[in-house]
């Protein structure tokens, strides 16, 4: 069921069928005052005094006449985007429940509540997020959209929708497209395939086969995928938004489906391996994002894609890899293969691209959603600053993080007897914490680094406040907060 958003200056209102109009806690309804509708505001009122029940929710319905329908939310004292955002989300959810497939806002009648802080555009933001669904393969495609229109007096106060909001959607959606795409449909030849097509926006993409890789010395990414008939790939997404400055760097695990490879991973839920590859398509819609709303920063995302399956010329328990840094690795588990793509990536990126940071996001460890469930990412960093800023921001949007600990004492557990490292800690747990100790040996140049354990955040079977169920797009929006408060030029 699609959402379809329209802003038009002239509504005839004796057509409308369904208003939705905003009114205080105390029921309060302003702005209609000197419009002409059929529906008078006192009897508006009067219906709503007469039903206690209904006004015990802050979104409810009523008709008004045998034609016309009242769709009313009510605006508390003091908002904040998030609370326009869930309140929008809210209203989605309403007007689906009730088969409402079409509404009309009242510019006028809102106007007043942004002395409170309520923003429509963050408003019909949630509403958007809430509204994707992933029906593509359903052979019954029918569906009724919503139409929602507002009726505007001044179309520049829906600029922030235009130009950042509505991009932001856009990267959203992509991101949660890609999770929600089959293993048999997106393998990583057909990852690439879509990933050439941004150029039509304005990014470059640069990818690396096989064989670029072999001759770059990427044996750690190589080996995951050496034993499916798909490619293994690396590719770059570079955004050039300011003349000036070092771009920001996100780099994204694209395992886009995990078997185990020989290590091989228990049938029951191996479905779920299909969205292995989360990580990858945060970074991706991000960059979609940024290049959409032309943002003024310099950014490059970098995504490592490979299938993991157990073949004749599959990874080994016990190989030994030489990396792209130069270190070698030894393969205790095949299962443990996210981390072995990264590690090229990781390094790859800092000696190409010479970033400000670097952020990489993976669904990485089942450990982590052992600790933190699908409430935070797990957090893993060597700057103070930039941890600090994700979680502040984290918390203001709802896509939350908890930092997590890094030390010596945790790193020795990934020394191996053969090698220089090893890709699995078999004594002392802490698996998340051991893989993201893992992955900073890769960092070479103390660069600024944050690693985000999105296992649990990646994709839910329920529905949550901003999501249907489904794949959720974590991590796209924290990351386009960071960028616009903090980097991007004004």
């Known amino acids: 069921m699609a959402l379809i958003i329209n802003f038009k200056k002239n509504i005839k209102f004796n057509n409308v069928k369904n208003f939705v109009l905003f009114c205080d806690k105390n029921f309060n309804i302003y702005g209609l005052e000197k419009i002409q509708l059929k529906i008078k505001l006192e009897n508006i009122k009067k219906t709503i005094n007469s039903n206690e029940q209904k006004k015990n929710n802050d979104i409810f319905s009523f008709n008004i006449n045998p034609s016309q329908k009242i769709i009313l ?31 009309t806002i009242i510019e006028k009648n809102f106007l007043n509540f942004y002395k409170k802080n309520f923003d429509i555009n963050e408003f019909l933001h949630g509403s958007n997020l809430k509204a994707y669904e992933f029906k593509k393969y359903k052979s019954n495609k029918k569906t009724n959209n919503i139409e929602i229109d507002v009726n505007t007096i001044n179309n520049s106060l829906y600029i922030k929708t235009k130009k950042k909001l509505n991009p932001l959607i856009e990267g959203i959606n992509f991101t949660k497209e890609l999770v929600s795409e089959p293993g048999n449909i997106l393998h990583p030849d057909e990852y690439v395939k879509r990933l050439r097509k941004l150029t039509k926006i304005g990014l470059k993409v640069t990818v690396y086969d096989k064989k670029k890789l072999k001759n770059l010395n990427m044996n750690a990414l190589l080996g995951v995928g050496q034993g499916s008939i798909r490619g293994s790939y690396l590719v770059t997404l570079e955004w050039q938004g300011s003349k000036k400055n070092k771009p920001l760097a996100f780099v994204g695990k694209g395992v886009c489906f995990d078997t185990g490879g020989i290590s091989l991973k228990p049938a029951k839920f191996m479905e ?36 993991n399956m157990p073949d004749g010329n599959a990874q080994r328990p016990g190989d030994i890899v030489k990396s792209y840094s130069g270190k070698t690795i030894e393969v205790l588990n095949t299962d443990a293969e996210g981390r072995l793509v990264l590690a090229d990536a990781l390094t790859y990126t800092e000696e190409k691209f010479k970033p400000r940071f670097i952020i990489d996001l993976a669904t990485l460890t089942g450990a982590i959603i052992i600790s933190l469930g699908e409430e935070y990412a797990g957090l893993f960093s060597n700057d103070d600053e930039l941890s600090n800023e994700l979680h502040k921001l984290g918390n203001e949007i709802n896509e939350k993080v908890w930092r997590l600990p890094l030390h010596e004492n945790y790193n020795k557990l990934m020394n191996s007897s053969y090698a220089d490292v090893q890709n699995i800690n078999y004594a002392g747990g802490a698996g998340s914490i051991t893989a993201a100790q893992f992955l900073q040996r890769f960092i070479l140049n103390n660069t600024p680094w944050v690693h985000l354990d999105i296992a649990g955040m990646a994709f839910s079977k329920k529905a949550a406040s901003l999501n249907s169920g489904g794949a959720t797009g974590y991590g796209v929006r924290l990351l386009n907060e960071l960028i616009k408060k903090k980097y991007e030029k004004k």
């Open 73 to 103: 939310i009510k605006i508390e004292d003091s908002n904040l985007p998030l609370d326009n955002e869930k309140k929008g989300a809210k209203f989605y959810d309403f007007i689906k429940k009730n088969q409402i497939t079409s509404a």
């Open 272 to 307: 779920d391996m299909t969205y292995d590859m989360a990580g990858s398509a945060v970074v991706v819609g991000l960059m979609k994002t940024l290049a959409l709303k032309k943002s003024k920063v310099n950014a490059v995302g970098v995504v490592g894609l490979v299938e």
